[in-house]
């Protein structure tokens, strides 16, 4: 089958941290439909794992969801930066301890439907003492739990942030199948 092909583009909206276009695609069956598409630049979610077994997350004020919410560590990709370097920045930034080791636990797509908003996951060891440095739209709590205690709250539907939730799972699996270490 054919892949879809974008035969023109709109932009209906231009914002601080997205675009909207309105994209008419020919898709793989050979219709013409109107798409929207929000554009954003990606992330970087991180999972800082401490030598104990706890994790740091973050109780962050989130406009769109109406208050706080549990959450990792996380934000936006600036120009030109790596999603490495977006996780190393986010951890201290947010969570105020330096990573000194990072393992990548792959990427989800946040909302495939309507954005290519892609969000690199990783956990975060060797951790040391950092300066946390919030912007000034943020405010949030941190929080310092025992992993197996954030995916109880997973498994209760009590986390449900999904990078988040995926960043926290691939952690675990990830230490259970013996390829990452405290």
């Known amino acids: 089958m054919p892949e879809a092909r974008r035969i023109s583009r709109r932009v209906a909206y231009d914002g601080l941290i997205l675009r909207v276009n309105v994209d008419r695609v020919a898709l793989p069956n050979g219709r013409e ?7 954003h630049p990606g992330a970087a979610a991180v999972v800082p794992l401490h ?8 109780r962050q004020y989130r406009y769109a969801t109406g ?12 120009p030109g930066e790596s999603p490495e370097a977006c996780a190393q920045r986010e951890v201290e930034e947010e ?5 000194g080791r990072l393992h990548p636990l792959g990427f989800i ?11 690199w996951l990783f956990a975060a060891t060797q951790l040391q003492p950092g300066r946390q440095d919030l912007q000034h739209d943020e405010v949030l709590d941190v929080l ?11 498994e209760r539907g009590e986390l ?8 926290l799972v691939r ?3 990830e230490l259970r199948a013996g390829r990452l270490r405290t």
């Open 33 to 39: 439909v109107d798409l929207e598409l929000i554009e």
């Open 51 to 58: 030598a104990d077994g706890t994790v740091t997350l973050i």
């Open 67 to 78: 208050g706080f919410i549990l959450e990792v560590p996380a934000g936006k990709l600036d």
């Open 95 to 99: 969570a105020g301890v330096q990573a």
């Open 109 to 119: 797509w946040t909302t495939p439907g309507f954005t290519d908003e892609r969000i």
């Open 144 to 154: 310092r739990m025992p992993l197996r205690e954030a995916l109880a709250l997973v």
């Open 160 to 167: 449900p942030d999904g990078k988040s939730l995926a960043a």
């Open 171 to 173: 952690t675990e699996q």
